[in-house]
């Protein structure tokens, strides 16, 4: 069946179709009622509608249909969702109207990869499908009741779906081998009551389910991002709660003694008075989809929304819970700019195509976005909302597939140059990006400025920046750059004018890139060398391909007279190799020497670009290219630095802790851990811990422990909690910490392991 | 810059407990003011780099936010310092390090009884090779143990440093000692944990001076545009400090002058008048009064962090 897709919304349009003889699945046992309705479906995007197996049209968002009384079965088929099936019963004389919203109630299918000549399967993407399987991919269920209900939500036939799994909740409450099963109902049950928009009851069916079996997850490839954000709410509700299984209903606690009154905050606390549920998940992970809950500002109250980033499908979604909110959108990967801490707080989400970017406050944080509420500078804000926005922006390069980089001191901050101007202050020894055309006097030696809508900003370019700043700032004047760095006031210094230079504010820059390399060509679509070495595409679509970067053909991986340009360069992986033409071995923050031995042999690199054919070669011709962070971390063969040359058979020790221990740390810091010898991060999980050195309890849900080789074998210590004041907080390494040799760690051989400490400051 | 508070306590009976411009800290029926006097120590040198001495109190003007102040203290310091020395004993360093020992060893002989130094060597590691001390012997001592081979952790221990010098920070200013870092190092970076943005985001929180001595040299020149000159720069400029190039012949000199000059400075007092009061940054300017030709060294503002009457 061929459909055709408008790809926009039509405004209504009723079409009236007679419909041959009534059929219908009617219940079994019930009598078939006389007599016709009317069926109306509503549907959005426009989609093609079967009703009782027969095709009413193949496009269209609103129909109306005569049919018999009884039970009749709505089939709504889209390209770009899994066929979504509803059973609605007709009334003799009476109109049921069934209204759906796809992006809201559909499943997506998987992005497939698109055809072309010669073309092999393409990594990472899913085959589109009519749906899930009979379980969806859940071992172990095996009651029929169950079974049976799991089939009416997928018919689309709810009432009886609530009727049967909450007979089977019931049923199987007790015995604690069903209680996987019991799990499965009830995320059935909430599924069907979130369809029949009894939204609440859904709530708990999830509560109850999340209760049951943590480690139930609710699969995007099965259940509409309606059902997912309910699922993701439902976290919300508190252990304490006790839910009535039957009835799904709050079960009043008893009369409780009187609470202790918190204790009095320090006279030196300075944290604006608020309620903060420091406990309040807002992240959570659903088979692989990154879920985040935030909040917007709007004239009135903030609005809430999810905030899905789905590696799978490469989607990045955004779902809001109300109306009057940003409306939902979906984009892929590629649209996506990596993003930073917003200037007054949030997560800063920009895009490489036109769309408007989005400041998105973590929901627990939502009360800083009220209206009447003192916009705070980001030194202002309160710990718990720094925390909160790295937990976040950290899960989101993850999800991404992006290199983080992570910085113990501060948050990057993404600020424009008229900001910086005027509120310095605000910014003062923190790390920004902004993006401006660069002005200077000299292309050589400087001074050189970001300039953007009348105000101007120094930047003093150090390390690499300083390097590629002094060969491409005749190239990089007039053009748009985007610059990273430590933004500062450095001391005055007269001139021989006499008058001190009071220098203003300037960014020392250790990244710079022009803008216009990271537009948004269009999603690239990702190969292997050897896909494109045995079937090269021959049209002109963007490709992107990693492969380690082996110098100017250092190590003879290509006939030598097969190089077209004499800056060319060569890629490979574990059998195959290309050259890559049209731009050197650089890109943000980074460039590469075919002389140093390091280079050639340590980097992986994805090149972005278009395959071009010459005398029976393929060659990369490059656009963009970028460092691989994930193929590098894999790569066992990259030498990595051991401190004091320490040996296979010597010990891991720790030789640089950052801040020190002499120092008192703020309550949202990061620490670092840097070891003599490269460790493995499989070994970190579970085997770093946190705790209070006074025994005060306290749980640290979001602890992050990440390990960056390219730190040189150092550890980032994320305790994703606000820590306590005037507390004493202690870093533990167990015994299994491990080095990539299989050594322990120095220190972790006798109770409790291996101990760092630092004070936290009041403020 | 040190910052300190007088404060003058206003006994006031007040029949109906109202109390204005209340701090945490205060009674019922007593109107606190706070009134703060901002400390600018400032280094005067000439075009050369000589410590100019002799200036008065009236040679200089001294602006916050653009607005003249008047001064209400004048001091010439022979101020103590803090200072951590930090060694590069890095492997390219080997063949010039006794050279390199002798000369911070008059850094060291140059101390007063005010001064206290710490000694730091680095290499792929920072090792301390004292505490704070100013026991001369001890000092000298912990030099001549400065050893090492390995590569070059200059960001852990600039880092470090910064460390040290913060949790210092009262201790030093109660007894009126500048903050320093003299760091003596031949290349770049090759084995941090830490990065540039993150020590140059630290060094502006920290008050002190970083002093960079850099040896690093191709075909005998000084390497002044390569990544650790760029980034050394960047750090000195901030903070205050300065970044040379000395030959090693007359390395002993150049400590021996910053020595010198930390200790030598003009301290200058005002109480902010006219400025917005509040929680935000102020900028200080200072200048000598018809010396066009001076070249001064100071930090360029601070932060305030409470609220303050304005006169």
Excluded at chain 1, 56 to 82: C, N
Excluded at chain 1, 135 to 160: A, C, H, M, Y
Excluded at chain 1, 396 to 413: E, G, M, P
Excluded at chain 1, 565 to 571: P, Y
């Amino acid at each position: 069946m061929m459909f055709r897709r408008t790809g926009m919304v039509v405004a209504a349009v009723a079409v009236v179709l007679a419909v041959a003889a009534a059929r219908g699945y009617a219940q079994a046992g019930a009598p078939s009622p006389t007599g016709t309705g009317t069926l109306v479906v509503v549907v959005d995007p426009p989609a093609a509608l079967y009703v009782d197996g027969n095709l009413v049209t193949v496009d269209a968002t609103r129909q109306e249909v005569p049919v018999p009384a009884g039970l009749h079965r709505v089939r709504i088929v889209h390209p770009d969702y899994q066929d979504l099936v509803r059973r609605i019963r007709i009334e003799p004389d009476k109109t049921a109207t069934l209204s759906l919203s796809l992006p809201e109630r559909g499943v997506r299918k998987p992005v497939a990869a698109p055809a072309g000549r010669g073309r092999g399967a393409t990594a990472g993407r899913g085959a589109a499908g009519r749906g899930p399987s009979a379980n969806d991919g859940l071992p172990g269920v095996t009651d029929p009741d169950l079974l049976t209900g799991i089939q009416f939500v997928k018919d689309g036939d709810f009432e009886p779906a609530v009727d049967t799994l909450t007979a089977v909740c019931r049923n199987l409450a007790g015995t604690p081998r069903y209680v996987g099963q019991q799990a499965v109902a009830f995320l059935y049950l909430g599924a069907a009551l979130v369809e029949l928009d009894r939204v609440d009851l859904a709530r708990r069916a999830f509560a109850l389910a999340q209760r049951a079996d943590k480690n139930l997850v609710a699969a995007p490839t099965v259940f509409s991002r309606l059902t997912l954000a309910t699922w993701a709410d439902a976290r919300t509700i508190p252990g304490s709660e006790e839910i009535d299984l039957d009835t799904l209903t709050i079960v009043p606690a008893p009369a409780a003694p009187e609470p202790t009154p918190p204790p009095a905050p320090a006279p030196e606390n300075l944290e604006p008075e608020r309620v903060i549920d420091p406990e309040a998940p807002f992240i959570s992970e659903v088979e692989g989809a990154l879920l985040l809950d935030f909040a917007i500002a709007t004239t009135a109250a903030p609005c809430l929304g999810t905030l899905m980033i789905n590696p799978a499908q490469q989607i990045v979604s955004w779902e809001p819970k109300g109306t009057a909110c940003l409306p939902s959108f979906d984009v892929p990967f590629a649209e996506v700019r990596s993003p930073a801490a917003a200037p007054r707080g949030g997560v800063l989400l920009q895009f490489r195509s036109a769309r408007q970017s989005v400041t998105l406050m973590p929901a627990p944080d939502a009360d800083l976005l009220e209206p009447d509420r003192e916009k705070l500078t980001l030194n202002d804000l309160p710990p718990s909302t720094r925390v909160h926005t790295r937990s976040a922006l950290k899960r989101i390069f993850r999800a991404l597939d992006r290199s983080w980089t992570d910085s113990i001191s501060s948050l990057l901050v993404d600020v424009p140059v008229a900001e910086l101007t005027e509120n310095p202050a605000d910014y003062d020894g923190g790390i920004v990006r902004t993006s401006g055309t660069l002005v200077t006097t000299s292309t050589r030696r400087g001074p050189y400025f970001v300039s953007d809508d009348n105000a101007k900003i120094q930047i003093a370019p150090a390390g690499v920046a300083a390097t590629m700043m002094r060969s491409k700032a005749s190239e990089w004047v007039g053009r748009e750059l985007i610059v990273s760095g430590a933004f500062s006031r450095p001391a005055a210094i007269s001139s021989k004018g006499g008058t001190a230079s009071s220098s203003p504010f300037l960014i020392t820059a250790t990244k710079i890139e022009p803008a216009d390399e990271v537009k948004y060509s269009g999603p690239a679509r990702s190969l292997t060398l050897e896909q494109i070495v045995k079937d090269p595409p021959w049209n002109r679509e963007l490709i992107r391909v990693i492969g380690k970067y082996r110098g100017a053909n250092s190590f003879g991986d290509m006939p030598l007279d097969s190089r077209r340009n004499s800056g060319d360069w060569v890629i490979r992986d574990s059998v195959f190799s290309v050259w890559v033409t049209g731009r050197r071995p650089a890109g943000n923050g980074f460039e590469l020497d075919s002389s140093n031995t390091r280079d050639v042999t340590s980097f992986w690199v994805a090149v972005t670009g278009r395959v071009e054919h010459r005398r029976g070669f393929v060659y990369m011709k490059a656009e963009k290219v970028e460092l691989s962070p994930t193929e590098f971390k894999k790569d066992p063969g990259t030498p990595a630095i051991r401190i004091g040359g320490a040996s296979v058979r010597q010990r891991p020790d720790i030789v640089h802790i950052d801040p020190s221990e002499s120092v008192e740390i703020s309550p949202d810091q990061q620490m670092l851990v840097q070891f003599t010898k490269p460790m493995d991060e499989k070994t970190l999980p579970g085997n770093v811990q946190l705790r209070y050195s006074d025994g005060t309890p306290a749980a640290f849900p979001y602890l992050l422990v990440t390990y960056y080789p390219e730190r040189h074998s150092s550890v980032i210590i994320d305790p994703g909690t606000v820590l306590i004041p005037n507390k004493t907080i202690e870093v533990v390494f167990l015994p299994g910490v491990k080095d990539v040799d299989n050594q322990s760690l120095m220190g972790t051989d006798t109770a409790p392991g291996r101990v760092l400490k630092w004070r936290v400051k009041r403020r | 810059m040190t910052k300190h508070t007088a404060v003058l306590l206003l006994a006031v009976a007040c029949a109906t407990g109202i109390a204005s411009n209340r701090l945490s800290g205060q009674r019922r029926g007593e109107t606190v003011i706070e009134t703060e006097v901002i400390s600018v120590p400032v280094t005067v040198n000439d075009r050369r780099g000589r410590f100019i001495p002799g200036l008065k109190q009236q040679d200089f003007e001294v602006l916050e936010d653009n607005i003249p102040q008047e001064l209400t203290s004048f001091t010439i310091e022979e101020s103590g310092i803090a200072a951590e020395l930090l060694i590069d004993v890095s492997g390219s360093m080997s063949y010039r390090l006794e050279e390199a020992k002798r000369a911070a060893q008059q850094f060291v002989q140059q101390m007063t009884p005010k001064d206290v130094a710490k000694i730091v060597q680095f290499d792929d590691r920072v090792t301390e090779l004292s505490d704070f001390s100013s026991d001369k012997a001890v000092l000298a001592a912990a030099v001549n143990k400065a050893y090492g081979v390995g590569a070059t952790a200059l960001y852990n221990a600039i880092s470090r440093a910064l460390d040290d010098l913060a949790a210092r920070r009262k201790v030093d200013e109660a007894e009126q000692r500048h903050r320093a870092i003299v760091l003596l190092t031949d290349g770049d970076d090759t084995s941090s944990a830490i990065n540039e943005d993150e020590v140059l985001s630290k060094a502006g929180r920290v008050d002190a001076l970083v002093y960079a001595l850099s040896l690093d040299r191709s075909n005998g020149l000084p390497v002044t545009d390569g990544p650790s000159a760029v980034f050394l720069n960047a750090l000195a400029r901030q903070s205050g400090g300065q970044l040379q190039f000395p030959e090693l012949a007359n390395l002993g000199k150049f400590y021996r002058d910053l020595s010198d000059e930390l200790r030598h400075q003009y301290v200058l007092g005002y109480v902010p008048a006219g400025s917005k009061a509040g929680a935000r940054w102020h900028a200080i300017t200072v200048r000598v009064k018809n010396r066009k030709d001076y070249r001064l060294r100071y930090r360029t503002g601070y932060f305030a962090t409470g609220s303050r009457s304005s006169q």
